[in-house]
């Protein structure tokens, strides 16, 4: 297999690298302080083509693939895990999803938006009881001729509260079990009866908007129905492999920009007349660091070139998300020892990342979730898929 990347990769992730120095990290310790999300940020992203990634031109895809997604996710992560959302929050999750399934009239509709980031995306399916087991959700769509009615609630929704359309998942038939779930695609500052708010007590990612909705009868047309009724099980798990590898990519970002961290504070720190980096337990932590930054990075990869080649992936998939939201866990863990008592400090960024770094074995499916999809189909219960 050939690692290396291609002149016009290298090009795309110093783009994403420029960006993150330039246009985020100046200003980064006074957004968190205030928990800010800037909207006219994710437009700067879409106008140079972060979220154009593995769809058609005529949608406004730009050509490139799933790997060019990931490594400008990458980069984007090592200085903000925050602002690696968006990447799933318009392309990986929304746009994908409606360009593979959606109608001519709903892509053409929503999916440029999306893509040039002047339209804020969502996606919703996890429930104040409703969270690995998506097949529990008690939101539900009644059929009322020519719309449906919705009814229920959803919450842990990045984008809720700022969102302009997005993707909604609820039962039509729960007799049906997981085959009775269909997908929505809404509007939720355009359709009456849903409210949303935002949920401000989370422990990191403060400039990512995180929210609830609640819908109390609201009217969706039926030319919103994404593919058809009963198929919205399938459609979010084809949709979570998707945004998967998005949340692997962040985890590897936020391990790489935090192995800086450590690395750079280790050589200029000095205890017993020599750089920490120079004792023997500073060492064994950083090259544990390092190795898992890099197998990792070969699975993120690879997971992204499978995605790329057409091939079956969910199982590479899971196993890059796995790897890399766990290196990157550990590796917060390991700087924040290695800063010692200014790790704890809010001055010092290895506190953030560390608080950012525990949403990534939760989102997009807990790594116990992982667990289960990876034995599953490493014992030949289950398929590998796309």
Same mark, same amino acid.
């Given at each position: 297999m050939n690692f290396d990347l291609s002149e016009e990769q290298r090009l795309i992730q110093d783009?994403? @690298?420029? /960006? =993150?120095?330039?246009?985020?990290? &100046? +200003?980064?310790?006074?957004?968190? @302080?205030?928990?800010? /999300?800037?909207?006219?940020?994710? =437009?700067?992203?879409g106008a140079l083509g972060f979220f154009s990634c593995a769809l058609p031109e005529d949608l406004g895809g730009s050509g490139m693939g799933f790997m060019e997604s990931v490594l400008m996710s990458e980069q984007i992560a090592r200085i903000s895990a925050s602002w690696r959302l968006p990447f799933n929050m318009q392309n990986l999750g929304p746009a994908l999803t409606?360009?593979? /399934?959606?109608?001519?009239? #709903?892509?053409?509709?929503?999916? $440029?938006?999306?893509?040039?980031? +002047? #339209?804020?995306?969502?996606?919703?399916? +996890?429930? $104040?009881?409703?969270?690995?087991d998506v097949a529990s959700m008690k939101t539900h769509a009644i059929d009322k001729g020519d719309h449906y009615e919705i009814h229920g609630s959803k919450?842990?929704?990045?984008?809720?509260?700022?969102?302009?359309?997005?993707?909604?998942?609820a039962? +039509?038939?729960?007799a049906a079990g997981n085959r009775g779930i269909t997908a929505f695609v809404i509007e939720p500052k355009n359709m009456k009866g849903c409210s949303a708010r935002a949920i401000e007590t989370k422990l990191g990612l403060h400039c990512a908007p995180t929210g609830e909705f609640?819908?109390?009868?609201? &009217?969706? &047309?039926?030319?919103?129905?994404?593919?058809? &009724?009963?198929?919205?099980?399938?459609?979010?798990?084809?949709q979570l492999n998707q945004t998967r590898l998005g949340c692997a990519a962040g985890a590897l970002g936020l391990a790489g920009g935090v192995l800086d961290l450590a690395i750079a504070y280790a050589n200029d720190r000095k205890q017993f007349g020599k750089p920490i980096s120079q004792? #023997?337990?500073?060492?064994? #932590?950083?090259?544990?660091?390092?190795?898992?930054?890099h197998a990792a990075q070969m699975l993120v990869y690879r997971a992204a070139w499978l995605k790329d080649q057409g091939k079956p992936n969910q199982y590479e998939t899971s196993v890059a998300k796995l790897a890399a939201s766990e290196a990157a866990v550990h590796a917060a863990n390991e700087c924040m020892k290695i800063y010692g008592s200014y790790g704890f400090s809010t001055e010092y960024p290895a506190e953030r990342f560390y608080r950012d770094a525990k949403s990534l074995q939760i989102v997009e499916g807990t790594s116990n979730i992982q667990k289960i999809i990876i034995s599953g189909m490493a014992t030949g219960a289950t398929p590998n898929r796309e």
């Open positions: 783009t994403a @690298r420029r /960006f =993150a120095a330039e246009e985020i990290a &100046p +200003t980064l310790a006074e957004e968190e @302080r205030r928990h800010e /999300f800037r909207a006219d940020r994710v =437009a700067k992203m409606v360009s593979r /399934f959606g109608t001519p009239a #709903q892509k053409k509709r929503y999916v $440029p938006g999306w893509v040039a980031g +002047t #339209q804020l995306g969502f996606f919703a399916m +996890t429930e $104040p009881n409703t969270g690995s919450m842990w929704i990045s984008q809720a509260h700022v969102g302009d359309a997005g993707l909604l998942y039962y +039509t038939d729960r609640v819908f109390e009868g609201m &009217p969706v &047309p039926k030319e919103n129905v994404l593919g058809k &009724p009963g198929e919205g099980f399938r459609i979010c798990m084809w004792h #023997q337990m500073v060492q064994a #932590q950083i090259a544990e660091m390092v190795v898992e930054h």
